[in-house]
Nanobody, 122 residues
């Protein structure tokens, strides 16, 4: 089966940095797009950043200039470098893989990770 495993969350002071990683496994042939979403308590899940297999990126306005998304296609891994963190960045961060083709499925699928908690203290 396909799995997305996130790591790198934790507690950091405002102004600090964290790097999230998400590795996809499970006989994967390709992944069209990978992304990070986040969900703060009492709020809807929102897109933070996304990257295509060709390297095109887009970011939420709230993180532009502070966060950088990147990926290693050979490792089916996506990263999120988060700098100048703010208390409002506190949320559970979820990895997403869309347009994923694996030997386990007869068509492209979308897969979510289990989430990793990022807490930014003021």
């Amino acid at each position: 089966q396909v799995q997305l495993v996130e790591s790198g969350g934790g507690l950091v002071q405002a102004g600090g940095s964290l790097r999230l990683s998400c590795a996809a496994s499970g006989s994967i042939f390709r992944i069209n797009a990978m992304a990070w979403y986040r969900q703060a308590p009492g709020k809807q899940r929102e897109l933070v950043a996304a990257i295509t297999s060709g390297g095109s990126t887009n970011y939420a306005d709230s993180v532009k200039g502070r966060f950088t998304i990147s990926r290693d296609n050979a490792k089916n891994t996506v990263y999120l470098q988060m700098n100048s963190l703010k208390p409002e960045d506190t949320a559970v961060y979820y990895c997403n893989a869309d347009g994923l083709r694996s030997k386990w499925y007869s068509e492209d699928v979308e897969v979510w990770g289990q989430g990793t908690l990022v807490t930014v203290s003021s």
